[in-house]
């Protein structure tokens, strides 16, 4: 009886994780994302885009349903902006270069609009337009979508949100789009290097409703050519910071970039092909997105640097950009299923060049971060690993075995007391 319902959960479980991977439906181009207020409003809605419409001869349809416009009665300008960085407040928009081959030839680029009321429900319809949400340059996944009340001067940015590949399982039952929640998503971005494009990538975690002190970045950063001297292997390196969690936590890459849901169910499951399974970053059959786990904190800041070729580069397929970066309350096993839930997710979004946040510390020269694991028969290995420590240079080494999170504090009790038992 208990090895029948184990195997039933152990089903349901592996078909919850791999329920995005293997669908035979048809393909939409969709992509969503859920709009974050700027400066002193309470802006809150999503924004659809999907290349389904009701009229043969129209290409793309985007819609933005939000409320809170109190303090704007000027025209709002939809715009989509060069990059996916959040905290950029210099971001052009996307393409407004005289020397650019893909110019917005209308202010704004997806149009503009003026209301009266303090909510808006705008769809707008292209037949010819200027962007696309499949492989290549002109795609606007992983780039911001914005509300502004002047077109172009980031300035004037009232509300935002990166433009992820979203989930169809989740679209809005009131969306003219409903109809497609059945369908397999072929949304993507595929960069070009020394396109005037940057090679990184960005992501700001944002707590789910359960976990509202988790907070976070990750940065993503291509490195294609081995830098003499350094020990820093080639691949994508990925760095997160996060805020407000202990112990460890799992880190992961979702299949999609879809935060329309308050416990991010909406970031589907973890990114990878049909024939991948799932692992810690050792193994080398892993879906794409096992990230493994973060167990090294500093300043009560969990710390993660990793470096890996197996997910290839931003100009290539598969590509990371406009998917999730999601945190899960409980450490990735050698079993595969994923415990605990998810504390925070962010949409990987384009990142320019410079501007990329200090990483002062450097706990993890040896890449052994992620693979670290707890022994699930065992109660003492449970806490972070606090030996995992670094020897790089910097006034910060040394410092990683300080006791900062009760998680810690209350292992090394358990420990001492045992010990104390056993003696
Ligand atoms: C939307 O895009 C997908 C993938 O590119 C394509 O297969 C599908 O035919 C497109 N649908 C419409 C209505 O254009
Ligand atoms: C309008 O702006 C004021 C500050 O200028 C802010 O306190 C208030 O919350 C805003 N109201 C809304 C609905 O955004
Ligand atoms: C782009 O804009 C420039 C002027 O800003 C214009 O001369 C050029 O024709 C435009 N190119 C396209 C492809 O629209
Ligand atoms: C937005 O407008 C459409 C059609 O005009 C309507 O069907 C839908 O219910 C509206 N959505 C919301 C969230 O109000
Ligand atoms: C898909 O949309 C249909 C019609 O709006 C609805 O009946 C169905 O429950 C939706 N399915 C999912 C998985 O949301
Ligand atoms: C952690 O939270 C603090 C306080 O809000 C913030 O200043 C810091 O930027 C956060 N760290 C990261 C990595 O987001
Ligand atoms: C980020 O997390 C920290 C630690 O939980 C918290 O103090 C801070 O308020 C959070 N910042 C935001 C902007 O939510
Ligand atoms: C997994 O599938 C992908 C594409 O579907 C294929 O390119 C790859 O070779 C497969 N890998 C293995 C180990 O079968
Ligand atoms: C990788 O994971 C698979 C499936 O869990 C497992 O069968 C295989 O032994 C693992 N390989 C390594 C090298 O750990
Ligand atoms: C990340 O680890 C690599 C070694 O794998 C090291 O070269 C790099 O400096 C580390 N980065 C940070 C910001 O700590
Ligand atoms: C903790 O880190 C040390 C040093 O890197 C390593 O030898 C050990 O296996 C790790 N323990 C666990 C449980 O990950």
Known sequence: MKIISSSLLLFIVINIIFVNL????????YSSCQLQSVGSNNINGYVLISNYSGA???KYTVQVVASGFQNVSSTVYATVRQYGNLLNTNNPVFGYNPNDEYNCTVPGCLGSTTFTTTSMNWTQTFTTPMFNLSPGLKSVVGRIFSLSTSPFDSNYIIAQCVLGIGNPQFIPST????????????????????NGIQNGAVCYLQPTAAYPLVNGTVLI??????????????GLNIIAMVNGTDGQIGISINQFGDSLTADGSSTG??????NQTHGLPTNNTRLYGDLGNICVYYNDVAYYNWTTPYIGYFDSIPNLLGRSIVIRSKP???????????????????????????TKFNPNTNNAAPTCFPDPTTSTTTGPNTTTSTTGSGSDSGSFSSITTPFMKLTILLISVLSFILL
Do not use: F, H
């Open 269 to 274: 499951g973890v990114w990878g092909l049909s």
């Open 22 to 29: 293997g669908q035979c439906q048809q393909p939409i181009e």
């Open 175 to 194: 969306s003219p789009m409903a109809s497609l929640n059945e369908s397999t998503n072929y949304a993507a971005i595929s960069e070009i290097p020394n």
């Open 221 to 234: 950063t291509e490195i294609k050519n081995i830098i003499i001297g350094s020990n820093q292997p080639m």
């Open 332 to 358: 990735y096993t050698t079993s595969p299923t994923y415990d605990g839930s998810i504390m925070a997710t962010c949409v990987i979004g384009l990142r320019e060049n410079g501007n990329i946040p200090a």
């Open 56 to 58: 043969s001869s129209e």
